[in-house]
């Protein structure tokens, strides 16, 4: 009995690339709810779906976005360029600290705490981040990028570093460099 070679290898790469994917999803934001925004009649309808991601650095901060996700054909097969308009609210759900094993670790002003694809190629959702030393905030913006032309589509939103259980809140302006 004759095997077919690019059979065996079209099956192992895709059930590599299905395993990939499902580690990537698990890894990636939390989805909380979607809601079509208009009706396609044969294939999925264009939608605005909300997520929540925490801050990979910083125990007790969680950020919630909405972001458009474009149905059709293109959406479908998982190919099409989303929009850029992204909004943003970030609050405190717990005592602010450094992520445990990250004590030593400080960031930047800007740097980016998220990033999420929202095309096949190049364009980008970036979540970065910020400290307010005088207000003791954190401070996050999102924003789109593409590689041939930018985008100035962006949101904002901070929290206001508040004790948690008793003592003295977090600075964080311990954590910038």
């Given at each position: 009995?004759?095997t077919?070679?690019?059979?065996?290898?079209?099956s192992?790469?895709?059930?590599?690339?299905?395993?990939?994917?499902?580690?990537?999803?698990q890894e990636?934001?939390?989805?909380?709810?979607?809601?079509?925004?208009?009706?396609?009649?044969?294939?999925?309808?264009?939608?605005?779906?909300?997520?929540?991601?925490?801050?990979?650095?910083?125990?007790?901060?969680?950020?919630?976005?909405?972001?458009?996700?474009?149905g059709?054909?293109?959406?479908?097969?998982?190919?099409?360029?989303?929009?850029?308009?992204?909004?943003?609210?970030?609050?405190?759900?717990?005592?602010?600290?450094?992520?445990?094993?990250?004590?030593?670790?400080k960031?930047?002003?800007?740097?980016?705490?998220?990033?999420?694809?929202?095309?096949l190629?190049?364009?980008?959702m970036?979540?970065?981040?910020?400290c307010?030393?005088?207000?003791?905030?954190?401070?996050?913006m999102?924003?789109?990028?593409?590689?041939?032309?930018?985008?100035?589509?962006?949101?904002?939103?901070?929290?206001?570093?508040?004790?948690?259980?008793?003592?003295?809140?977090?600075?964080?302006?311990?954590?910038?460099?």
């Amino acid at each position: 009995m004759k095997t077919n070679r690019f059979g065996a290898i079209f099956s192992i790469a895709f059930a590599a690339a299905l395993g990939a994917s499902a580690a990537c999803a698990q890894e990636g934001p939390d989805l909380i709810f979607r809601k079509s925004t208009d009706f396609k009649l044969l294939t999925p309808n264009d939608k605005l779906a909300t997520y929540v991601v925490d801050d990979p650095l910083i125990d007790g901060v969680a950020c919630a976005f909405t972001a458009h996700e474009k149905g059709g054909v293109a959406g479908m097969f998982g190919v099409a360029e989303q929009t850029s308009e992204v909004s943003l609210a970030c609050s405190q759900f717990g005592p602010i600290k450094l992520r445990a094993g990250k004590e030593n670790e400080k960031f930047t002003q800007g740097d980016l705490a998220i990033s999420e694809r929202r095309s096949l190629f190049f364009k980008q959702m970036h979540i970065a981040r910020g400290c307010d030393t005088r207000r003791n905030m954190l401070v996050y913006m999102v924003y789109s990028d593409k590689l041939v032309e930018g985008s100035p589509e962006n949101s904002t939103s901070t929290v206001a570093i508040q004790p948690w259980g008793g003592g003295e809140p977090a600075k964080c302006a311990n954590w910038v460099r």
